[in-house]
């Protein structure tokens, strides 16, 4: 399985970025993928997630309102729309994929494979 994450970059304050992430054998029918990030010196965060099953998408509180998931799924790609940006959302982000059904947003151990990850930075 192989997940790659691209469109990070530099980005001044209130700018946006759209990363993707594509994913290739990974062989599902029901699975869920999602974004973390990881600040310099941080833990990792979760960001937002979103189910094969339904398309129903989740979101952590700092992201709501200015990132938007969404996926192609005939193309295995999901993307992460990111508006508003801010220097704290300056991190490695990175994208993951975990088989099942989900009904609330996965923690950092329920993902079965982590791609590598694209570095945003903020800031003027």
């Known amino acids: 399985v192989q997940l790659q994450a691209s469109g990070g970059g530099l980005v001044q304050p209130g700018g946006s970025l759209t990363l993707s992430c594509t994913f290739s054998?990974?062989?599902?029918?029901?699975?869920?993928v999602g974004w973390f990030r990881q600040a310099p010196g941080k833990e990792h965060e979760e960001v937002s997630c979103?189910?094969?099953?339904?398309?129903?998408?989740w979101y952590t509180d700092s992201a709501k309102g200015r990132f938007t998931i969404s996926r192609e799924k005939d193309k295995n790609t999901v993307y992460l729309r990111m508006n508003g940006l801010k220097p704290e959302d300056t991190a490695v982000y990175s994208c993951?994929?975990?088989?099942?059904?989900?009904?609330?947003?996965?923690?950092?151990?329920?993902?079965?494979?982590w791609g590598q990850g694209t570095l945003v930075t903020v800031s003027s």
């Open positions: 054998g990974f062989n599902e029918d029901d699975y869920a």
């Open positions: 979103i189910s094969s099953v339904d398309g129903k998408t």
């Open positions: 993951v994929i975990g088989a099942g059904s989900i009904v609330v947003m996965p923690e950092y151990g329920w993902y079965d494979y």
